[in-house]
């Protein structure tokens, strides 16, 4: 399998991935180690929320998302981390049931000044569910090797 380097990322869409199928027992058992607010743990009291009934917490929707963008591609990339997130966005609940596609676009790619054998790809994810209704928006961006860097793979 080839590594993709920081030249590999041009600006534009890169990929879609998925879908990933969400299951109402995965987003209960996320709530209950990670995020226990009612509106992911309980029927009754998502009911009465304003979602309007049993939804995953975004941070697991930001956990699928990672796992999808490292199944995708960054599993691949010779990535040497990210310095943070710039923006995350959660626009709708993430319903048991739902299968999720990934939508990813450069939306910058420079070499980086003060390590210029390396270079920051800024990465915007788009996570939508199979009405394509926008769940989530993300942008991050993540220090990749220059391909001389990388060796000639």
Not at 51 to 74: C, N
Request: charged share 25%; net charge negative.
């Amino acid at each position: 399998m080839t590594t993709l380097t920081f030249e590999d990322f041009k600006p534009g869409h890169f990929g879609t991935f998925g879908p990933r199928h969400v299951t109402r027992e995965e987003i209960l058992a996320f709530a209950a180690e990670y995020d226990p607010q009612p509106m992911h743990l309980d029927e009754a009291a998502a009911n009465a929320s304003m979602l309007k009934g049993l939804s995953g917490s975004g941070w697991h929707l930001g956990s699928l998302m990672m796992r999808m963008l490292f199944d995708g591609f960054i599993g691949r990339t010779a990535s040497l981390g990210s310095p943070g997130v710039n923006e995350m966005r959660w626009l709708a609940p993430l319903r048991p049931g739902d299968d999720l596609t990934l939508d990813v676009d450069v939306a910058e790619a420079r070499i980086s000044k003060s390590r210029p054998e390396t270079g920051i790809v800024t990465f915007k994810g788009t996570i939508r569910n199979a009405a394509g209704v926008v769940l989530c928006e993300m942008e991050s961006p993540i220090i990749v090797r220059r391909r001389l860097e990388a060796g000639a793979e």
